[in-house]
């Protein structure tokens, strides 16, 4: 029996209810923090963030990719506790390595590189801070794996409440950069120790299976994927560097300003990617038609989302600070990244079904090579905004590449050149907040046009999600007394 529309629907919406709470306790963070740090420290914690994650990204050595690939069709002599063991060890035993043979020798480097001076304190944290990261992604993955929505829930907002609350506090106390990653770190760290005594019982077993025999296929597949995985990490950090080394911190930091509304986007995003992995591996077979319908759904969403940010930017501005306020020029450009990345979840999957994992790390060479070449050529004749367009640039080229390929191996596009059409109109709905900045009438003007068009082209669809919606609701709301 298939998935039906309302129950996949109740799955997102579970999935969903971290995303909710972490954006409440984001605005309250971006309310305090925009307005005690300078630009030039709000870049900097950006960074080291930034950072983290990409280390993060490296260590894991793409065995977070293989063990969401494998946890449901695992390989010979290995139980789901047993392939999260060893996909989990080995990046803190290479972690442990770095640290042995690489930091004594490098931190100097690396230090100047992040926060422009010498600090073996702040290389230490963010070892610490990368290895509290992997431990917590994989205990997230078995959750949301596991369609566990509570546990992974509450896991996920206590992330955020510890990091977020914690530098808040920070800034309360002394806002420095280095007394605020040492209290960002301890809240990361201390929540790392907390979940593995929770965890360690249901998802671990009382012995690794150190043998490499039967972990082969998983190894391989992680290794073809890790690559990729940095890549991802990377097209986020690179235009950081651009920006940091090419117009220095402060500017910087109003680019980081825009993380507030990619994390406010995440609120919608993340409930549907996160339970979205394992619904593909799972259904891919039986629920095409379903998954083709998602597809058109998801472009749908899109545009009203980014119109969405268009129409009420200056009310959301209001709650950052006056300082940051110049990135509201082109905000719009940096969000198209996750917004095309969200329509790839539904055009893409192909790829990964395959296992051709190395195509993906083509694509995705692609991208960041984009991203990275053009935001050099960029930042000299536009500045800050120069590297937005290319972050953009970079987010067409590996959607438009990727739904492709992804298609030669897994169909879920029914009309590729309305799709296509779709996703240059997004690419016009996010320019025209640039060019139309000073001029908000005009902005109105265009969002009504370029949706007007894109209602017409997918009335069905959103015929189809209104009843869908009032089904849902119908179905579960009280029942009157």
Request: proline share 2%; aromatic share 18%; hydrophobic share 50%.
């Amino acid at each position: 029996m298939g998935v039906s529309d309302t129950s996949f629907i109740k799955s997102i919406f579970k999935f969903s209810i971290s995303s909710w709470v972490n954006f409440f306790i984001s605005i309250l963070s971006v309310i305090i923090t925009t307005r005690i740090f300078s630009p030039e420290m709000y870049g900097s914690i950006n960074m080291y963030n930034s950072a983290s994650s990409l280390f993060m990204g490296i260590i894991c050595l793409g065995l977070d990719s293989g063990f969401l690939r494998f946890y449901n069709e695992p390989p010979k002599g290995y139980d789901e506790k047993q392939l999260m063991a060893k996909c989990m060890s080995l990046p803190v035993l290479f972690l442990l390595g770095i640290i042995v043979f690489v930091v004594p020798f490098f931190y100097k480097d690396i230090s100047v590189l992040l926060f422009g001076k010498v600090s073996l304190l702040a290389v230490i944290l963010l070892c610490i801070n990368t290895m509290s990261l992997a431990i917590l992604n994989f205990f997230s993955i078995a959750y949301r794996i596991s369609n566990d929505a509570r546990r992974y829930t509450i896991q996920s907002i206590l992330v955020q409440f510890f990091t977020k609350i914690f530098v808040i506090t920070a800034a309360l106390f002394n806002p420095k950069l280095e007394t605020v990653i040492i209290f960002n770190t301890i809240g990361v760290f201390v929540l790392s120790i907390i979940y593995f005594k929770i965890q360690k019982k249901s998802v671990l077993p009382s012995k690794i299976n150190w043998s490499m025999q039967g972990f082969s296929e998983v190894f391989k597949y992680a290794i073809f994927s890790w690559p990729t995985v940095i890549l991802i990490y990377l097209n986020s950090f690179f235009p950081q560097m651009i920006i940091k080394n090419n117009l220095g911190d402060y500017e910087l930091g109003i680019y980081s300003s825009t993380a507030f509304f990619v994390g406010a986007l995440g609120v919608v995003l993340n409930g549907f990617k996160t339970y979205w992995a394992s619904f593909m591996y799972a259904n891919y077979k039986t629920e095409r038609s379903k998954i083709i319908k998602i597809h058109d759904y998801v472009v749908l969403l899109v545009v009203f989302i980014l119109s969405f940010f268009i129409v009420f930017q200056n009310l959301l501005y209001g709650l950052i600070g006056i300082k940051f306020h110049q990135s509201r020029y082109f905000f719009t450009l940096v969000l198209v990244y996750p917004l095309f990345n969200l329509i790839s979840e539904t055009t893409s999957y192909g790829i990964s079904i395959a296992k051709k994992s190395q195509t993906t790390l083509g694509i995705f060479l692609l991208s960041t090579a984009v991203n990275l070449v053009f935001g050099c050529i960029f930042v000299n004749c536009f500045g800050t905004v120069g590297v937005a367009i290319a972050s953009m640039l970079s987010a067409f080229v590996q959607l438009v590449i990727s739904t492709i390929i992804g298609q030669k191996y897994y169909r879920t596009i029914k009309d590729p050149r309305r799709t296509f059409i779709s996703i240059l109109l997004i690419l016009v709905l996010a320019c025209s907040n640039y060019f139309f900045a000073e001029e908000y009438i005009f902005e109105l003007f265009a969002v009504f046009i370029l949706n007007a068009i894109i209602i017409i082209g997918y009335r069905q669809e959103l015929s189809d999600i209104i009843s869908l919606s009032t089904a849902f609701i119908n179905k579960y709301k009280r029942p009157k007394v």
